[in-house]
């Protein structure tokens, strides 16, 4: 699984494990499945079985804090046994292989959304950092389009062209989700979202869940995706609330959800370095006017809501 960890034990100095999920409070969170650009093919295809397999020992070894959960029901029987959820999602559509006995293996295995792709271009779409192949989606992109809504799983455009959006948006009959990124009318990068297409997806049914990435949260931390070249210190959780404030502005409270991408990035806001400190965040949305209830939504229910939405 990611970075070869243990996810049983406390492990110091990093951003999740199971212990540190139990210690945050919260009741759940996505593992994503993450698929780096470079393979393809069947490659990318046993890569992303291996992981699963990973994770599904890994939650058996620890059953005494984590289960695995596909939708609100099967969470909350969780948390009645005091159990944190574990939701599994694929990040990188180039696992399918374009074939929908992949697509249904997976959702049989409890995946419940794909990012379609990840940092480059694939047979399915075009990414926004990659070098606009296909002008959006693909013909094979076109086809999966309609395989997920039929199949009931949640199309996620992270990581996607803004024209893959459109596409998307023009194509899918359920709600879709963008599950970690950041506003592009307040940092530019490549990642982020315009206004448009934020109340495209969110129009729809769908949520745009934010990140807590550095570089997504301000141009000054542009070039910081691997590396702290000056060593700075990071931006302030007050960037994080800004982002989160913009998307409910331009969406509406019931688009927006957390996607903070631990264990997908290198460095945090300040003070969100482990989802220990997870309450920070929600503390300050409520020095912000948030209610308890807007802050469920946005924690959790939005989402859960768009999977329920693709039954
Ligand atoms: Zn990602």
Known sequence: MIRGRDFGIDNPGVQVDFPKML???????FFALYIPARLSNEEATAYAFAQLEELKRQVAANSDKVAFATDRESMLENASKGLVSIFIGLENGSALLGR????????????????????????????????????????????????????????DVAHTSNDTVRDVLGLSVKPIAYTHGCCSSLCSHKRNLPDDLIRGISSRGGVVCMSIYPCFLSDDY??????????????EL????????????????????????????????????????FGLLVDGLKSRGFSASEIAKMASENLLRVISAQK
Do not use: Q
């Open 222 to 235: 542009a070039g910081f995706d691997d590396d702290n070249p000056d060593g700075r210190a990071m931006p």
């Open 23 to 29: 210690r945050s409070g919260i009741t759940g969170s």
């Open 100 to 155: 929908r006995g992949v697509l249904e293996e997976l959702y049989a295995e409890g995946v419940r959304y794909v990012t379609l792709c990840h940092s480059e271009d694939n047979d399915i779409c075009d990414s926004c950092t990659g070098s606009g192949r296909w002008g959006g989606l693909s013909p094979l992109g076109r086809k999966l389009v309609g395989e997920m809504n039929e199949l009931g799983m949640v199309i």
């Open 238 to 277: 007050a960037k994080v609330l800004d982002h989160i404030e913009h998307a409910v502005a331009v969406a509406g409270v019931e688009g927006v959800g957390f996607g903070t991408d631990y264990e997908g990035i290198n460095h945090t806001a300040k003070g969100l370095e482990s989802i220990e400190n």
